[in-house]
């Protein structure tokens, strides 16, 4: 529909330019031939060369406004395009493989969540974690703050809107940092850049909101 529109703009566009060049020709050529008595050749050559440069300077604002309405087009489609391949990736945090995956680390932080209050106790937790009995925790977490870094190196690289993850994702991110800060700065003195797109967006959604 809208490119219907855009398709009669572009048609009674092109008439009133013909409709204009119509009445310079004639008004041009009446002044000359009547009011300053050209001869009539001389009247035309000259009527014709007016009309033809009018005609130069219409036909280029006429592509410069269809470069900008292509450009537009184009940006909307892509900011639609972003926006759909953004929920995409997103809704995969809410697939059936994923939501054991979240009970899990649900329950891990239930059971064990007191010992990430303090730097001190953070080795006990990890501790824990690498009990031969206790790998689903550790998977659970991993597969988790790993889906978070994922989406949040997205955001950061443009890849993904940001406006949209933080709609989805901010409230989720932000309780999910609250509660393991401790265990990424811990596990960041080993590997420094772990998780650290995840710390990244975290902390610029804060500053944002306070702005």
């Excluded at 489609?77 to 945090?93: E, P, V």
Aim: glycine letters at 2%.
């Amino acid at each position: 529909m809208e490119n219907f529109f855009k398709k009669r703009y572009s048609i009674r566009l092109v008439w009133l330019i013909i409709l204009i060049l119509s009445l310079v020709f004639l008004g041009v050529f009446i002044i000359l031939k009547y009011f300053l008595h050209w001869q009539t050749k001389e009247s035309i050559d000259y009527t014709s060369k007016i009309v033809l440069v009018l005609l130069a300077f219409l036909t280029l604002i006429y592509h410069i406004q269809n470069l900008e309405n292509q450009i537009e087009t184009q940006k909307r489609s892509n900011r639609q395009n972003l926006a759909k391949y953004t929920y995409d990736i997103c809704s995969d945090f809410r697939k059936p493989s994923m939501m054991d995956i979240n009970e899990d680390l649900r329950k891990l932080l239930i059971i064990k969540g007191d010992l990430l209050l303090q730097k001190s106790t953070v080795k006990d937790f990890e501790a824990f974690l690498n009990e031969e009995d206790q790998c689903k925790y550790r998977k659970a977490l991993v597969v988790t703050l790993n889906y978070f870094e994922s989406i949040s190196a997205m955001v950061n690289a443009g890849d993904l809107d940001n406006e949209i993850v933080k709609k989805l994702f901010g409230k989720l991110f932000g309780r999910y940092y609250n509660k393991l800060e401790l265990y990424i700065e811990y596990r960041q003195e080993e590997s420094p850049k772990s998780w650290l797109n995840f710390e990244k967006i975290v902390k610029k959604w804060r500053e944002d909101d306070k702005n």
